[in-house]
């Protein structure tokens, strides 16, 4: 165990987690965040939470708990703060629950290289390390659900048995950062998960919690934790497929690619809540069109070959139920890491990519809509454009917009999901209604200005909106869920439907000649700091609803969230952004965001331990979110306010 008090000091800079100067601590019961100079609450919980934590040993740990047994529950605080050493791992208890209703007790484990001993190869870059922290923490999930750790105990009245229960974050289909499990880069493994501790009604029941910690959570460590204990051909398949993922992705844009799907992948899911891959008899692999065909050499897979998407403008046609929505859905997804297995290992797409769709009742704050929205009746500003009920143009507007902000180099639109006003404006109604009384410029009219002006590729499934044929780069026709490429058939018929088409005067008068550049908007932290009193709940449900104090942020239309634990790190990301712009006041979203991101990705072994609450022990609640879906959250915060640039 020689190592750990140097793991811990160079992961939390010897002091725990915001252990130093310049943490942010809740101040108040106003809700404001300030600095402060030291984020713990006293030097005790300091000491609990930094690695600096009082040693033990198994023995002692028995002991302990069979003298609480029939004590009252307060008394499993005594375990706090030690860290309790077995042969070939220790024990750590952050923060007990206060009682058997109350949340369950945050624990950790240590492994140091020498229990692991994962090789070398396995540890070169945080891609590796982030892989291998995703294959143990299935396998550790697995274990406790195969033991049934996991189960809910039933209690029918109050003095029945209670708690038991061991979980930990479970993975979804995808690979991402997460602090659940923790490898650093010389090996060592730290494991985070939750234990309910065993009670009856409000008496400990020490032996049951002796049987849990002593014998069966190191069962569970010794079958997950050491590389000896798994298939080697597993654990290195698992590591290198999510590397080679990495690089595709990276190689994307010197090809001038936004999307890549490679042959034999297998596109549809099992059903709507069910994201693993449709049983392979009753689904059909993926097949790119040879015009559509690119080859890729990645460092372990070698050549794979699949349909590359060019930059510009793509639209996806076919019938109903052909795979439209079924590729879009896969490429939206392609912005992560997928386990082996899941049939999407090789479909890759820029990070940047955000799913676009109308969003009626968000909120909007400051927003330069002006290029989709002008002349608006009672002469409403559209160059900061603020509502708290958007219409479907408007959020829509809003929507590719606010992704324009943050950076994002493919908009992803899926017809169905679209406001028709705002997609398609056709020559007979512009006839009938004239465009000085037509406030909207429908997004056909615009794609093309987008990719021209701001390098931002658009794939478009279209069913029934056959004017984007005319200002497609590729067209791809989904039949029978194979794709086929039909780009030169599109071209003829926009040539024979030309009476359908507009003149470049009359697209002048439309839409004018520039798309225009983005506003920057400038957050103001007290839109995020108003919703904090004193203890407030933050909390995610459901990858759809962000409970943010006494507002909750409506994220169900934020499509590319794969994870709950994505929406629980954004819910202390918010906070701790304020606190950076309480001092430094001037950075736009784009660049307060861009600095904290810049801070996680400084720290190479748990960086998203910089948005936890200063107050909260380490617990392993994160999955890392992009930048995207963070300034969502942001911009649909309904207390937030901006200003420009």
């Known amino acids: 165990m020689g190592g750990k008090g140097a793991f811990y000091k160079a992961k939390y800079g010897g002091g725990g987690k915001g252990g130093g100067k310049g943490s942010k601590s809740h101040s ?42 029939g004590r009252p529950y307060g008394a499993y605080r005594d375990l706090e703060g030690c860290d309790y050493s077995f042969s070939d791992f220790t024990i750590h208890l952050d923060k007990a629950q206060s009682d058997p209703f109350a949340a369950p007790s945050k624990m950790r484990i240590f492994a140091p290289t020498g229990t692991c001993q994962f090789p070398k190869e396995l540890l070169l870059s945080k891609v590796h390390r982030v892989a291998l922290g995703d294959f143990i923490c299935r396998r550790f999930w697995e274990d406790v659900h195969k033991l049934g750790l996991d189960e809910v105990k039933q209690s029918k009245s109050y003095h029945d048995k209670k708690g038991g229960e061991l979980n930990i974050a479970r993975p979804s289909q995808h690979v991402l950062e997460r602090n659940s499990v923790i490898v650093t880069s010389t090996g060592d493994v730290e494991v985070r998960f939750q234990l309910s501790l065993p009670a009856r009604g409000r008496t400990i029941l020490g032996y049951e919690c002796q049987e849990l910690m002593c014998v069966k959570l190191p069962a569970v460590v010794r079958r997950t934790l050491p590389y000896s204990q798994h298939d080697s051909r597993c654990v290195i398949s698992h590591v290198q497929s999510v590397c080679d993922q990495e690089e595709l992705r ?38 790119s069109p040879k015009s559509l065909e690119t080859t890729i050499k990645l460092k372990y897979h070698g050549e794979i070959t699949g349909m590359g998407i060019p930059t510009g403008v793509t639209v996806i046609v076919g019938g109903g139920f052909h795979g439209k929505s079924t590729i879009l859905n896969a490429i939206e997804h392609g912005v992560y890491n997928n386990i082996p297995g899941d049939g999407r290992e090789f479909v890759s797409t820029i990070s940047s990519a955000m799913k676009i769709r109308a969003e009626d009742r968000r909120s909007v704050s400051s927003v330069n809509i002006s290029s989709f929205l002008n002349n608006l009746p009672f002469d409403k500003d559209t160059s900061k454009f603020s509502t708290q009920g958007a219409s479907g143009s408007t959020s829509q507007a809003a929507n590719i917009i606010e992704s324009l902000e943050i950076g994002s180099k493919l908009l992803l639109i899926d017809e169905d999901t679209c406001a028709t006003n705002f997609m398609i404006r056709d020559k007979r109604m512009q006839l009938l209604v004239s465009k000085d009384k037509e406030p909207i410029t429908p997004f056909v009219l615009r794609v093309n200005q987008l990719h021209d002006e701001l390098e931002t590729s658009t794939i478009c499934v279209v069913g029934g909106a056959g004017d984007y044929l005319e200002v497609a780069n590729t067209v791809i026709h989904m039949d029978s869920y194979v794709p086929k490429d039909v780009t030169d058939e599109a071209k003829e018929v926009v040539k024979k439907t030309s009476s359908a088409t507009m003149t470049e005067s009359e697209k002048l008068r439309e839409c004018g000649s520039e798309f225009g550049a ?71 979203l784009q660049q307060v965001i861009s600095e904290i991101e810049a801070s996680i990705d400084a720290n190479p072994n748990c960086g998203l331990d910089v948005i936890r609450p200063s107050w909260q022990p380490p617990s392993g609640i994160y999955s890392r979110p992009r930048k995207l879906e963070i300034a969502a959250a942001i911009n649909r915060l309904r207390t937030m306010t901006f200003k420009t640039k």
């Open 250 to 287: 990276s190689k994307l844009h010197e090809l001038k690619l936004v999307s890549f799907i490679a042959n034999g992948s297998i596109l549809p899911r099992r059903s709507g809540d069910d994201d693993r891959p449709m049983q392979p008899e009753n689904a059909i692999a993926f097949k």
């Open 28 to 69: 108040n019961d106003s809700g404001s965040w300030q600095e402060s100079g030291s984020s713990f609450e006293n030097n005790e919980q300091q000491e609990k939470w930094s690695g600096n934590a009082r040693r033990s040993d198994e023995g002692a740990l028995r002991s302990k708990l069979a003298s609480i047994d």
């Open 518 to 588: 983005i506003t920057h908007r400038i957050p103001k932290p007290d839109g995020i700091t108003s919703c904090l009193g004193f203890k407030s709940k933050v909390f995610a449900k459901n990858r759809v609803d962000l409970v943010f104090g006494n507002e909750t942020i409506d994220m169900s239309c934020v499509e590319q969230l794969v994870e709950n634990e994505q929406l629980t790190a954004i819910g202390d990301y918010l906070p701790y952004l304020a606190s950076v712009l309480s001092k430094k006041p001037n950075l736009t």
